[in-house]
């Protein structure tokens, strides 16, 4: 089994910055990619910003610029850094792990943008 265990999150003043990690741990053999989604109050879920295994990452138009994802690749980590936040980066943020071609979701943490 695989586990994924994110931290980070908090509030924030608008224009602040915050830094997500999530770990996959377990056995994990074979890491794919691993995702950042955030889901605010009464939207779907969406996806925030990708790293596959070729190091490869992309972003939802809305935060270009102002996220960068990157990993550490000997501790199965991914972190999410987070500048010139908006309120409306408001949300619950997901870590998504796919290893050996499953998915794995964390338990998600809450970061607020307050105006």
């Known amino acids: 089994q695989v586990q994924v265990v994110e931290s980070g999150g908090g509030l924030v003043q608008a224009g602040g910055s915050l830094r997500l990690s999530c770990t996959a741990s377990?056995?994990?053999?074979?890491?794919?990619?691993m995702r950042w989604y955030r889901q605010a109050p009464g939207k779907q879920r969406e996806l925030v910003a990708a790293i596959i295994s070729g190091g490869i990452t992309n972003y939802v138009d809305s935060v270009k610029g102002r996220f960068t994802i990157s990993r550490d690749i000997v501790n199965n980590t991914v972190f999410l850094q987070m500048t010139s936040l908006k309120p409306e980066d408001t949300a619950v943020y997901y870590c998504?792990?796919?290893?050996?071609?499953?998915?794995?979701w964390g338990q998600g943490t809450q970061v607020t943008v307050s105006s």
């Open positions: 377990g056995r994990v053999f074979s890491i794919n990619a």
């Open positions: 998504n792990a796919v290893v050996s071609w499953n998915n794995y």
